[in-house]
């Protein structure tokens, strides 16, 4: 029988990116791999355009990714027969979520968002450079902030998103304020846009959709994923699939982890 095309989806920070320093050189085996066999690897992280396109150079990774937790798809140049780059949006803008939580603190919301904070203020926040920090808050779909209110307030807060469609999701870090979409949608998007692309070239062989993640804002991506793997991190626990899925979840945790998954799997289906 032939081996399936793999194609995989990663979050980036705590998975990928060591959850403190955000290297990734202990993935590197393992990357080193998925390139020599060209299987696709699309990251799919909370973090922005600029800040995914500069780790991208850094990986030499030319495949398509997804950025803000599924505010948008980015197809480079002729990576699924575009002839330029198309940038795919899904849900609102950030200009609507920032309107929204403007809205929201003038009603007595306490947070601090990334629009909030100045470059260094937000470097000092995250352990990033100053330049990198910059990149961080050049966003199309999400605003990161910090609660600053109770538990109680919280949910109220919650609530009042809700009521203008938008929603609160928890990363690793922070709290995201965005539209009714998650990483899940910009992964099905590329999936079926791989799907086609391979049913072209080499008819209809099994196609396996790999998700990574670490936390509860990677679990729609997981729960969408043929092979779910859940690495070993911070809020890693909270990460809760249906048995069905036989989730695999590493021991180790970051790019350590992800290295022994990846590995592990490639080995399996052959490649």
């Given at each position: ?6 194609i ?24 080193e ?33 997804i950025v ?27 200009e ?47 605003e ?9 307030e ?11 469609d ?67 991190g ?34 399996e289906?052959?490649?």
């Amino acid at each position: 029988m032939a081996r399936p095309h793999l194609i995989l989806f990663s979050d980036l920070d705590g998975t990928l990116l060591d959850h403190d320093d955000y290297r990734w050189h202990a993935a590197g085996p393992a990357l080193e791999r998925l390139k020599a066999a060209n299987i696709p690897l699309v990251l799919n992280s909370s973090k922005t355009m600029p800040e995914i396109r500069a780790l991208r150079e850094e990986l030499g990774n030319n495949d398509p990714f997804i950025v803000e937790n599924g505010a948008a798809v980015v197809i480079p140049p002729h990576a699924l027969g575009n002839e330029e780059e198309e940038v795919v949006n899904f849900g609102a803008t950030r200009e609507r979520v920032l309107e929204v939580l403007g809205t929201q603190r003038k009603k007595g919301a306490r947070f601090r968002g990334f629009a909030d904070m100045s470059t260094d203020e937000l470097a000092a926040q995250t352990g990033l450079d100053p330049a990198a920090a910059g990149r961080a808050k050049e966003r199309l779909g999400t605003e990161p902030l910090i609660w600053q209110g109770s538990e109680q307030e919280l949910a109220e807060f919650e609530a009042a998103l809700s009521a203008e469609d938008l929603r609160l999701v928890a990363g690793g870090r922070f709290l995201h304020a965005m539209g009714i979409f998650d990483k899940a949608d910009g992964a099905r998007f590329l999936l079926n846009k791989y799907k086609e692309q391979y049913r072209e070239q080499y008819g209809d062989g099994p196609v396996l959709a790999i998700a990574l993640g670490d936390s509860p804002n990677d679990q729609q991506m997981l729960e969408s994923a043929d092979i779910p793997v859940v690495i070993r991190g911070v809020k890693s626990e909270e990460v809760r699939l249906p048995s069905a899925k036989h989730a695999i979840r590493s021991l180790k945790p970051g790019p350590e982890g992800w290295n022994e998954c990846v590995l592990n799997l490639l080995f399996e289906y052959g490649y």
